[in-house]
């Protein structure tokens, strides 16, 4: 299968890294000599992935033109003989960078929903800036790779980590037919729940920000009934397709890294500044 496109959601105001955010973007603080959203973006190039949507909020535009080329500031390095000091950024020229902007922070749903024109390719990958996979291969890869044993035309595949079960109202939890389909952790999902309690989870399956999902999902957003709290969620929209549309998931292999809190994000510091 290839996968060309994908939609990153990054236009959350980054509350826990205050005050920091308030002059930068969680995305851009630095992981080595790196900022984080550039392992995201690199997980895609490595995926075969060269068409990027990135969804953000007003403010958040350096997020964008991090990747963009400067000729200007080419050239005064070049005439300084340090032209090598954006080697880093060369792998980027060919990406085509679109962006959309989420007015309200109303869900994950409806922040896919906001880069809906820029979806041309029947299945698209949606990468959440979070998390972050260590391993020989990249979350979306390995997601990529695994659908090569699902035979239906038309499916979604959402990657899980088996977290322990005390912490299951933190996330999305898929519950899985008995049997594997092909590899060994690709399951078939028969049902979705979002954030339950321990005591009432299906599993310890927990969704971990990397799925596939087709175009007709994308198009469903704007059918999903809003929660409570007015947030369109995309396991709503899986959740209603679930009678229409085969749903996998699928067990990454290696460590994913939390970079949303600070904890997680200094455990990332620590962990991809002792691999570089």
Known sequence: MKITQAILPVAGLGTRFLPWTK???????????????????????????????????????????????DPALAKELKRRGKE??????????????????????????????????????????????????????????????????????????IAVENIPREKTNRYGIVDVDGGVVGNAHLRKVKGLVEKPEPVKAPSTLGIVGRYLIPQSVVASLPDVRAGKDGEIRLIDALIAKLDSLPIYSFECSGSRIDTGTPEGYAKAVQTLGMIG
């Open 23 to 69: 002059a930068v973007p969680k995305e851009l603080l630095p992981l080595g000599n790196r900022p984080i959203i550039a392992y995201i973006v690199d997980e895609c190039l490595e995926a075969g992935i060269n068409d990027i949507c990135f969804v953000i909020s007003h403010g958040k535009e350096s997020i964008v033109e991090y990747f963009k080329e």
């Open 84 to 157: 090598k000091l954006l080697d880093t950024l060369k792998p980027y020229a060919k990406v085509r960078f679109g962006m959309a902007y989420q007015e309200q922070m109303l869900g994950d749903g409806h922040a896919i929903l906001q880069a809906e024109k820029f979806v041309k390719s029947p299945m698209i990958a949606v990468l959440f800036g979070d998390d972050l996979f260590v391993g020989d291969k990249p979350g979306i890869v390995q997601l990529i790779e695994a659908a090569k044993d699902i035979s239906e035309k038309e499916f979604a595949l």
